[in-house]
């Protein structure tokens, strides 16, 4: 089985929900024996539950973290991670190009071009370079207008109340 048709989708937005979002369109692909992988932007091998979901589910799902553990500093990035982006981005080119997947998810690929680890015309030419039945899925805040504009669909989450406001600390199984 496979897609007669990938289109491209942007979750973007200051509200929770993102990753969330395509995580729940790759289970819903998972059950229509769909194969699905996400390259995580900026993420480290930090334990998460769905790292653990994709080691059950593998090799229908596979989620790949290709950052390292801690924050970026945004206005002064190391080159370690601009490194690290790059090579995440060769990796969602490597993906398309050889067709592995039915689904790409590019977790906070937004974020790690409004940080200047990546540039924006690669994104751009990446989607532009997209086979025709593969959906591809772009993730993370700050989504550039010149994105928006290529997607099929752009979904804005916005935040109208979060505990994280109140002191509630992240939660495991919630937040990870």
């Known amino acids: 089985m496979g897609l007669e048709k990938g289109l491209i989708q942007v979750y973007t937005g200051e509200g929770k929900g993102k990753t969330t979002a395509a995580l729940g369109l790759a289970m819903r692909a998972l059950g229509r024996g769909l194969k699905v992988i996400i ?20 090799p229908h799902l596979v989620i790949k ?17 601009i490194a690290l982006a790059r090579t995440a981005l060769d990796e969602a080119r490597r ?14 690929i937004n974020v790690a071009v ?23 899925v772009l993730t993370g805040r700050y989504a550039p207008d ?16 979060h505990y994280f406001d109140q002191g509630e600390a992240a939660r495991v199984g919630i937040e990870f």
Request: glycine fraction near 6%; hydrophobic fraction near 40%; proline fraction near 4%.
């Open 39 to 58: 390259i995580q932007f900026m993420k480290g091998q930090k334990e998460t539950g769905e790292l653990n979901m994709a080691r059950r589910l593998s």
């Open 95 to 108: 993906v398309l190009s050889q067709k592995v997947c039915d689904i790409l998810v590019l977790d906070e």
């Open 146 to 161: 010149s994105i928006i504009q290529k997607a099929d669909l752009v979904t804005t989450m916005e935040c109208t109340k």
């Open 114 to 136: 409004s940080f200047g680890l990546i540039d924006e015309h690669a994104v751009l030419e990446l989607m532009d370079g997209k086979p025709a039945d593969v959906e591809l």
């Open 65 to 81: 973290p290709m950052g390292r553990d801690g924050f970026v500093d945004r206005t002064n990035p190391d080159p370690h991670d």
